[in-house]
């Protein structure tokens, strides 16, 4: 509740926040909102410009562009949701085991991020298609693949230094057990930190997987998604350009968005009640993700 | 009751592959009678809070072992309600988000289920600490450290368990404060005879709560003296830190 309070005072995290959900609600019941079906063809509707039955206009297929923007909201943002919340769970399993039980636990899954965080993260994603074939559900496959271990590597890192807190130790020597002293002290410290990287990190991946639509090796034809609309209106670039400005904006708002609430998350999670130790950590975090973006 | 025997616990040094380890104890051996307060006094890096949290079962000793009554203490239900301690940083002591409250009442919800007396018990225990029982509601950072460490004493008490470590439990405080606290310590050691384990490196304050003072140095015991006979302790160390004591 207290983190709530906190965001809804910062304005541009609130609205990203707002912005995020109803995107994500409008994707979810893309039929009640789409004015069309996204797949129907009418060519004598070609390239049309935008009208009253057709808001933002035809695509070469004389498809809705409105309504292929609102199904593309399904590949775009949900499934890199789901993506993102199973390489999430698998990292905080690991890196809680390895955080918290440290000794040989920590050594083996530590050394196995390390392999794979060792192949650089497009060309992987590029290989997995490669031997899988082109498709959404492979390239969500590549992505779990991939990133499960940086978030064990930042996850382990948090849960390392709230499990050297006296009151862990407390409780380890009072006998309570340790699935206890994970749930009610770990947890809910480390929380924030998941939620904030989980949130830098979905902007990448949706940047990703529009990249790889644009390239082809993402959701196949006819299904509309994001990238793909750009990679379609990429022929008609200088004729009508009006083609790529949606789904371009909505890429450019929507990564914005996670990226503002990132941020304001980052301040709402941070009460005073931190010790300066982590700001310190928090720095690391930034930097990991800065550098993760950049590679 | 508590028995010590043969500790002995090395740090790896160096890198992944690195083969040296740092010896921090060396075969420690020794025990603690019911009810009896035994001090443990070294030098910083001496491996005082090594041996604390050997003896509470939170790491494991390379060799030796700690025994609670004949009972390994590696095991959670041997120090489940029997086991507890107090450190020495009042900070990070208490999750930030818990109430004084919901940490007193942690240890006592972990042995057993009911709950109907449990307000009236945290009352009693911040009586007992000198607090008021309005401070059960707040938060660590709303406590001064005198204050918070005096609810880690009462949730160090709160199973009335047979043996605490503290940990520099006082070193932390204003000197008036410690004086306080250490005043408070005997009390409570009286009222509940609980044996304690004062870890510290101050001779003063060990000589004023401690039956028994273990002179420790490099991970080694230098030498056991009882409390009263402090005076003519026999090892160059021992004496050399109660000649500092006095000239200062
Ligand atoms: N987890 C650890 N890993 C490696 N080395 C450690 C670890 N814990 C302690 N040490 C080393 O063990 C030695 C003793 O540390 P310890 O904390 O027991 O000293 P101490 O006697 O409590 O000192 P102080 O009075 O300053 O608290 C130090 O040299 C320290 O570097
Ligand atoms: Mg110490």
Redesign the interface.
């Known amino acids: 509740m207290r983190i709530v309070h906190n965001l809804s005072k910062d304005k541009l995290a609130s609205l990203s926040l707002i912005i995020a959900v109803a995107i994500i609600l409008v994707g979810i019941c893309a039929p009640v909102f789409a004015p069309h079906d996204p797949n129907e063809v009418n060519m004598k509707l070609r390239y049309a410009g935008p009208s009253w039955e057709y808001l933002l206009g035809n695509d070469h297929l004389g498809r809705s562009v409105l309504s292929r923007l609102i199904y593309g909201i399904r590949p775009s943002m949900l499934w890199v949701l789901v993506a993102l919340g199973i390489s999430v769970g698998i990292g905080s399993v690991a890196g809680f085991i390895a955080g918290y039980f440290k000794g040989k636990a920590d050594t083996v899954i530590m050394r196995l991020c390390d392999v794979m965080l060792s192949f650089p993260g497009y060309v992987m994603t590029l290989a997995v298609v490669g031997i899988l074939g082109a498709g959404l559900t492979n390239i969500m496959i590549a992505f779990v693949v991939m990133k499960w271990a940086w978030f064990a590597r930042v996850i382990r890192t948090s849960v390392m230094q709230y499990s050297e807190m006296d009151y862990v130790k407390f409780a380890q020597a009072c006998g309570i057990s340790h699935f206890k002293i994970i749930t009610k002290h770990i947890i809910p410290v480390t929380l924030s930190d998941i939620a904030v990287i989980a949130s830098g990190s979905m902007c990448s991946m949706i940047l990703q997987i529009s990249g790889l639509s644009f390239l082809g090796l993402g959701i196949q034809a006819p299904n509309a998604e994001w990238g793909m609309m750009l990679n379609e209106a990429r022929g008609v670039m200088f004729t009508r350009p009006e083609l790529m400005l949606a789904p371009g904006l909505a890429i450019v708002i929507v990564v914005s968005a996670f990226n503002f609430l990132a941020d304001g998350l980052q301040v709402a999670l941070d009460p005073q009640l931190r010790t300066s130790s982590k700001k310190l950590r928090t720095n690391e975090v930034e930097k990991s993700t800065y550098e993760y973006a950049g590679g | 009751m508590l028995k010590v025997e043969g500790i002995v616990k090395s740090y790896k040094t160096g890198g ?1 592959f690195a083969k040296e380890r740092q010896n921090i104890l060396r075969n420690i051996s020794f025990e603690c009678g019911s009810g009896e307060c035994l001090g443990i006094i070294g030098e910083s890096g001496s491996g005082k809070s090594t041996l604390g ?1 050997l003896v ?3 790491e494991k000793p390379d060799r030796g072992t700690v025994r609670l009554n004949g009972e390994n203490v590696l095991h ?10 107090v ?3 009042y ?8 109430t004084v409250e919901e ?1 007193i009442l ?2 006592i919800t ?1 042995q057993r289920k009911s709950r109907a007396e449990d307000r009236s018990k945290v009352e009693l225990l911040l009586n007992q600490v000198g607090l008021n029982p309005s401070y059960m509601s707040k ?3 709303e406590l001064s450290g005198g204050e918070a460490q005096r609810v ?1 004493i009462a ?2 008490i709160s ?1 009335e368990p047979e043996c605490i ?1 503290l940990d520099e439990a006082v070193s932390s405080l204003d000197v008036s404060v410690q004086i306080q606290v250490l005043k408070l310590l005997k009390e409570l050691k009286e009222l509940y005879n609980m044996s304690y384990i004062f870890i510290t490196h101050d001779l003063q304050a060990a000589a004023y709560i401690c039956d028994r003072i273990i002179i420790f140095r490099d991970g080694q015991i230098e030498e056991t003296v009882e409390a009263q006979r402090l005076k003519d302790v026999q090892s160059p160390y021992a004496r050399k830190l109660l000649n500092s004591l006095i000239t200062f």
């Open positions: 992944f949290r509470l079962g939170i959670r239900t041997v120090r489940l309600g029997h086991l507890s301690a450190f020495q940083d900070t990070s002591s208490i999750n930030p988000y818990f940490a942690e240890p972990a938060h660590a950072h880690c949730r160090a199973t470590v």
